[in-house]
C-alpha cells in the first residue's frame, strides 16, 4: 500500500552501520528534523548494532528500514548492487520521496527514481586504490568503479565533504567536480579536564586507508601509550593485527566520547580520508591533533594541528610525544583545532545540505528569512 503524502518534506536516505556514513546519516536527520524534514534511512549491509538503534530511535522524525541488503562493496556482482538499487527505488516511491539523498551514488545507475537524486560522494575505491596502493586495481575493483560511473553520471547532483576529495572524485570519474558540504558533528559540553598523557586514535582501524599500521610501529618508540578504538576486522575480510598499539575494540559513541574527554592526543596517519569524523570529534573535545601530511587534512585543519610524513613512524612518536608531555604547546594546539572545529556543525552541515535540495523543490525546502534577505 502506498504511503499518503505529507505536509513535511520526505528525503529518503541510503546508510550503513559499518563506518563513519552512520554517524553522518544520523547528524544530517537530526538536523534536519529540527527544519522540519522528515527521514527515511534505508539501512545497507550488516544490521545496526542495539546501541546504533537506539542512537536511531532517539532522532525526531526518523524512520529506520533496515534491508540486509549487500553493501556495494562487499557485492560479488554488478547485478547485485542493481538488485538492491531497485529495492531503494521501490523505496523511495513508497514513501513518497521529495528527495533521494544516496550515500552510495552507485545506486543511481539503474535510474528511474521517483524523485530528484543527490549522490554523496564519501569514498570510492578508485581514489582508495590511488592512494593506498600501486599498479592497477584487481578485475573486482574494474566494476564497481563502473557501476558507480553510471551512478555518479545518473544523480541530478554530487556532493562532498572536502575540496580535496571533490576534485579527486572529478578526476576519477570525468564528472564535474560536486558540490562541497562539509560535514558536521555536535559536538560535547565546554568542560575543563585534566588531560592524560596518552593518545588516541579510532575508526575503521582494518581498512588499509587508516594506516593503522604506522600508529602501531610509532607506538612501539613512543614513551606514552596508544590506544586505539575500532575494529580490528571488516566485513570484506580486512584485518590488521596491532603489536604495539593497545586495541580497545569497537567502542560506543559515549565510550570514544569519554577517551577524548582524556586523552591528550588525537592522531590519524591515515593515507585516505575524504574529511574524517573522528578528527572532528577529537578536536570538538579538546585533544591536540598530529595529523597524517595529505590534502584532505591541510584542507580542513592547516594551522590547528601537526602535520607530519604519513608513513614515517619516528616521526609520529616524537609529535605525540611531544605533544603529550609538553601541557602549555598542547593547550595552544586543542584550543586552535577546537575553535575551527566551530566550521563543521550540524547547523552548517543542514543548511548547506538544505541549500543543495531546494532547487529540486523550493516549495517544499524554502530558505531561511536572512537567505533570502541575502
Known amino acids: ?183 558536521g558533528r555536535a559536538g560535547p559540553p565546554s568542560t575543563r579536564t585534566a588531560r592524560e598523557a596518552v593518545v588516541f586514535t579510532s575508526g575503521r582501524l582494518w581498512d588499509e586507508g587508516k594506516n593503522m599500521a604506522v600508529l602501531d610501529r610509532a607506538a612501539a618508540l613512543m614513551r606514552r601509550p596508544l590506544y586505539a578504538a575500532g575494529p580490528l576486522k571488516g566485513p570484506n575480510g580486512a584485518e590488521v593485527t596491532l603489536r604495539s598499539a593497545r586495541a580497545l575494540g569497537p567502542l560506543t559513541g559515549a565510550e570514544v566520547r569519554a577517551w577524548l574527554g582524556r586523552a591528550a592526543v588525537f592522531a590519524s596517519a591515515a593515507v585516505y580520508e575524504p574529511f574524517g569524523l573522528g578528527v572532528l570529534e577529537a578536536a570538538q573535545a579538546g585533544c591536540a591533533l598530529v595529523l597524517a601530511d595529505i590534502p584532505t587534512f591541510r584542507e580542513l585543519w592547516e594551522g590547528a594541528a601537526v602535520f607530519v610524513e604519513p608513513h614515517d613512524a619516528a616521526a609520529f612518536a616524537a609529535a605525540c610525544d611531544r605533544l603529550a608531555e609538553d601541557p602549555a604547546e598542547r593547550e595552544a594546539l586543542a584550543g586552535q583545532a577546537r575553535t575551527r572545529a566551530g566550521r563543521y556543525s550540524v547547523e552548517a552541515m543542514c543548511q548547506a545540505m538544505l541549500g543543495v535540495y531546494r532547487p529540486f523543490a523550493p516549495q517544499l525546502f524554502p530558505a531561511r528569512s536572512e537567505e533570502a534577505a541575502a
Not at 521529495?98 to 543511481?108: F, G, M, S
Request: charged letters at 15%; glycine letters at 8%.
Open 1 to 183: 500500500m502506498i504511503a499518503p503524502r505529507r505536509s513535511a518534506p520526505r528525503v529518503l536516505m541510503t546508510a550503513d552501520a559499518v563506518g563513519g556514513v552512520w554517524t553522518y546519516a544520523l547528524d544530517l536527520a537530526a538536523g534536519l528534523g529540527r527544519t522540519g524534514v522528515e527521514t527515511t534511512l534505508v539501512v545497507l549491509g550488516p544490521a545496526p548494532a542495539a546501541h546504533q538503534r537506539s542512537e536511531a530511535a532517539a532522532v525526531p522524525g526518523l524512520t529506520l528500514i533496515e534491508t540486509e541488503l549487500p553493501l556495494d562493496w562487499t557485492a560479488f556482482e554488478a547485478a547485485e548492487v542493481l538488485e538492491v538499487a531497485a529495492a531503494v527505488r521501490g523505496l523511495a516511491r513508497a514513501h513518497r520521496a521529495d528527495v533521494i539523498h544516496l550515500n552510495t551514488p552507485a545506486l543511481a545507475a539503474l535510474g528511474g527514481f521517483s524523485a530528484p537524486v543527490v549522490g554523496a560522494c564519501h569514498s570510492c575505491l578508485a581514489t582508495w586504490w590511488s592512494a593506498v596502493k600501486e599498479g592497477p586495481p584487481p578485475p573486482d575493483f574494474r566494476w564497481r568503479t563502473q557501476l558507480l560511473w553510471r551512478g555518479l553520471h545518473a544523480c541530478d547532483v554530487l556532493v562532498a565533504p572536502t575540496r580535496a576529495f571533490a576534485q579527486a572524485t572529478a578526476a576519477a570519474y570525468e564528472v564535474p567536480a560536486p558540490h562541497r558540504v562539509w560535514n
